[in-house]
DNA sequence: GTTGTTAGGATACGACTGTATCCATTCAGG
DNA sequence: CCTGAATGGATACAGTCGTATCCTAACAAC
């Protein structure tokens, strides 16, 4: 065999090219020409690595599915102590709004996937369906508690998962057009885990 | 002076097929040439209404806040007797739900556009300026219906609105995704509207 | 050293894009 | 009637797009 190259870590590259043009000029300004470019490598290279710009659309997506995981368990290891029902929300829903320049821009670059999976079919079948498990796990979390006596037995959890998941969503658009700040929308979603669960009883895990 | 025709019907004819394109197929696959096919007319037709495509584009925005201004009109109107504080709420809320076929297309072309303005900043200037003035707007309202009692004290206005619009506005992208049903999203907004101001007192206004 | 596969540089193809130009038709004002 | 502006059909142009092809360099196996 001639000159072998890790081809993994050749695609991550590309990869990560694309989710930076996606991020900063969106997804209608990636060519293979300009992840070409962005990687620092020829046309060829990226047509080598990847059959299609169908496979590298999806190879971004995928990319951008496993750093939304890595932030959430990242949030969720750095609370102190064991996890708390509202230290799990506070993780996942602080983990959704972009909080640095990394995470707004992948946040950017999720933001124009989904809306392009809204028209076209083919990123629809991939791309739409991360949100209903998380809905589910967390519904279910929540009802947990709740049978605990540590969330009022008045709540509906489907509706209050659904609706603070909603609310992540669209504090999170308003912070990518900088219509409002990060700490202004973690206030916001602050103020009803407090109305939910009861004033914070520990440090606010760190942000990032 | 030779054949003259309606200049702004025409327009409005040409806006119309945009807006079409934009909610079925995406902002992607506007071009001036499927806008011609879409209005059945030429493509020198296009041309010779809108000089540019950045024209047509803007056009399309300016259409777009305009029917969704008149929907929130409708709704308010529709409301039985005087409009009470949860009555605008509704009826504002409601108007950014898609509710029905032409609501949701109308909804999609939102979406496409607020998703360009992120990273265009040329759609940015005219296009995201419309949420900051609703966003006042609704909180001087609220904080209105609070003195009067009708809230209760311990409530921030302005946290409870750009809530609840960030929520209209999560419920939304569900809703386009089919992640969720019209009917569900209208629930959880309700709930939260019966949360704030006490449960419904009148009848709900008609849906469309 | 020859061979054969892997890795990529260079270039070309047809389709599509926004925009510009050329030209024919239509019809009101003189 | 005739002239000139309004309207729009037909076509061209320079780019960019995804993709395909051709060809060369590198290097492990024999």
């Known amino acids: 065999m001639p000159r072998q ?8 590259r590309l990869t990560e090219a694309l989710l930076r043009i996606a991020g900063t000029r969106g997804l209608q300004a990636v060519s293979m020409r ?9 046309l060829r290279v ?13 190879s971004g997506l995928a990319e951008l599915g496993a750093r939304m995981d890595r932030r959430v368990r990242q949030r969720a290891a750095a609370t102190a102590g064991g996890l708390s029902t509202r230290g799990l929300f506070a993780a996942v829903l602080g983990a959704i ?22 028209t076209d079919p083919a990123l629809a079948a991939t791309g739409l369906t991360l949100p209903n498990a998380l809905e589910d796990f967390l519904t279910e979390r929540f009802a947990i508690a709740q049978q605990a006596g540590d ?15 909603a609310l992540a969503n669209g504090l999170t658009s308003s912070v990518l057009s ?31």
Chains 1, 2 share one sequence.
């Open 5 to 12: 190259v890790d081809h993994d870590e050749r695609r991550r």
């Open 151 to 165: 969330v009022d037995a008045d709540r509906d959890p489907r509706i209050e998962v659904a609706a603070l998941l």
């Open 178 to 208: 900088r219509q409002r700040s990060h700490e202004a929308a973690a206030a916001i979603i602050d103020y009803h885990l407090d109305r939910l669960f009861g004033p914070a009883s520990t440090l606010r895990p760190p942000p990032g």
């Open 34 to 42: 300009e992840i070409a470019a962005e990687a620092g490598v020829s």
């Open 97 to 118: 709004l972009p909080s640095d320049e990394q995470s707004r821009l992948d946040s950017l670059a999720w933001t124009a996937y989904y809306t392009a999976a809204l």
């Open 46 to 58: 990226v047509q080598y690595y990847f059959t299609n710009k169908q496979a590298l659309l999806e």
